[in-house]
């Protein structure tokens, strides 16, 4: 009979493994550090995937989908193009920003344009803290393998950074005294002022005491006091 594989226990596999990625990098991780990670044997680790590449791809899934539905053990591991490829497709798919993108497609006024900045800080937050182990997975791996390091910077961050940075030059182009911050600049820090209030303190060696819904309003605070600071607008 062949043995019965478990869907928490993939669950349990696919998050040890996200962690030894976020803290060696894709290139370096074995399967020996995940199955120590997930408290398996190789073996066991082995029914479940046949190899990183199949991890990698379920790590980036499993934030925004039922990972263990309708699979068949073990599950198989993509080529690298395949991989980069159905990678490129989660993630386009599911890092959104839905009011960032609603306030893109329509006309709005200004007034209507800067009071959205606290809903769009919010759903950054929420999509940025729900995602932070996988993003650190990639951002680690992405130090050495150029192909991933494509996938981060310029399929994930990069689009971030262009509507961000379209959002605010409609801001600016509604108010009656623009920011003297450039608009690809102040994208720029609302982006990684959210990054590490919602991702970056968790491994910081000192990180502020509190708990998420607090460390979301900080960030929502920050950002919107910035934003609304350079309006010239008192």
Known sequence: MPPRRRPDRLLA????ATEVFAQEGFGA????DIARMANLSVGTLYNYVEGKDALLLLSAERPFMDICAGREFPIAAPDRVELISRLEETLAEHIR??????ALAGPSSGNQLIASVDGIVGELFDLIASTRIGADALE??????????????????????????MYLE???????????VAPEHAARFVLET????????????????LEELEARQVAVALVAGFLSGGSGEQ
């Open 13 to 16: 596999i696919v998050d040890a």
């Open 29 to 32: 991780a074995q399967m020996t």
């Open 97 to 102: 920003i839905p009011m960032l993108e609603r």
């Open 140 to 165: 680690k791996s992405a130090r050495d393998a150029p192909d991933l390091a494509a996938l981060f910077y310029f399929h994930v961050r990069l689009p971030l950074l262009k509507q961000l940075t």
């Open 170 to 180: 409609m801001v600016d182009a509604a108010r009656r005294s623009p920011s003297s």
């Open 194 to 209: 959210v990054t590490w209030w919602a991702r970056h303190r968790h491994r910081d060696p000192d990180p502020p005491i």
